[in-house]
């Protein structure tokens, strides 16, 4: 695994609708493996390999979830409006990396007193978003001169890479986008490949819908991360992915039906290149899939992706091994999509 390019991803701020700093990180590393790169009035970082044949698709969101800032008290406390969806439980005293004039390190904090003036009935309340607070540690004053409502508020965190595992925030979807990078890198291709690297998906697939509006692929690949569902608490037939057993390959989600014929296709790439992989079924939740397969006449779709633990959280969790059966997976797929006819 190219550890420098994921840590240089997964630490790069861009919640949806503020994308400009990791789209400059993206562009330069896309722009030697493209023969064109451009960016479209919405935002998308969009790379052109020429071909021909079918007109391919290719979309990872580089947006993250996050917040903006909503209020600004007398002193100096801040309060966040989302941008995505978050479980609050899992934001009490993290690190969060404010952008104003100046960029600030905050703490997030319940408005509640400390442990230990608590009463012991209220130490099990699971806290709401509007009961956070973030404490930028700096005076009042220098708060309300470089912080204004609407700056952008990322999660903070050091990620770690391990021989085996990786975890940080924004695996949703930076994995993604290090698939689409690495598979360009490793792939020679003779269909017309667009590379997407969409904005908003976090608040609606937007970027993926406009573009895909434009670019009238045939075909369209969405590279997402996936629900992994074996950790306690999650048991049975509501287990889904599991960690280990490589590329999910995605049959349905809330928003997508996949065409069958690409699932089938990546099956059959996958058992002929030895990659292991899973079928996924996603109750909750969608990809960039759902903003391509409704353009215009209608786009054949699916999303792989590897299976993260902790999903919209400061510690997501995935398998190089899985990360790696996604690359290659990829890779096959656009090696030979000059080849594809889905005509019914």
Not at 37 to 58: A, E, F, T
Request: net charge negative; hydrophobic share 40%.
């Amino acid at each position: 695994m190219d550890a420098k390019l994921f840590e240089s991803l997964v630490s790069t701020p861009g919640i949806s609708g503020r994308e400009e700093t990791i789209r400059e990180v993206v562009k330069k590393e896309i722009e030697g493996l493209v023969d064109e790169v451009r960016i479209d009035r919405l935002g998308n970082l969009i790379g052109l390999r020429k071909g021909s044949g079918s007109r391919v698709m290719l979309s990872a969101h580089m947006d993250s979830i996050g917040f903006l800032v909503r209020h600004i008290d007398e002193n100096g406390f801040l309060r966040l409006s989302p941008v995505g969806g978050f479980d609050p439980r899992t934001l009490v005293m993290q690190k969060v990396l404010v952008r104003g004039k100046k960029e600030y390190l905050g703490l997030v904090s319940p408005q509640e007193p400390p442990i230990h003036k608590q009463k012991k009935e209220d130490r099990d309340k699971a806290p709401k978003l509007d009961d956070l607070f973030i404490d930028l540690m700096v005076p009042a004053e220098e708060v309300k001169q470089n912080v204004s409502i609407g700056d952008p508020i990322s999660l903070y965190r050091q990620p770690e890479v391990t021989d085996r595992a990786v975890t940080a925030p924004y695996l949703d979807d930076r994995l993604g986008v290090y698939c689409v990078i690495e598979a360009l890198r490793a792939a020679k291709t003779s269909a017309e490949i667009h590379a997407v690297i969409s904005v908003q998906e976090e608040v609606g697939v937007r970027g993926a819908t406009t573009s895909a509006f434009e670019l009238e692929p045939d075909v369209g690949i969405a590279l997402d991360v996936s629900i992994a569902g074996d950790t306690p608490g999650i048991e049975g037939h509501q287990r889904g992915l599991v960690q280990g057993e490589g590329v999910a390959i995605s049959v349905m989600d809330s928003m997508t039906i996949s065409d069958s014929r690409l699932v089938k296709r990546f099956q059959e790439l996958a058992d002929a290149n030895g990659i292991k992989y899973q079928l996924d079924i996603l109750l909750g939740g969608g990809t960039d899939a759902g903003g391509m397969q409704l353009t215009k006449t209608g786009v054949p779709v699916t999303t792989i992706g590897p299976p993260v633990r902790y999903v919209h959280t400061v510690n997501e969790m995935a398998l190089i091994s899985d990360i790696e059966a996604t690359v290659q997976l990829l890779a096959r797929f656009i090696e030979s999509a000059h080849e594809l006819s889905l005509e019914w």
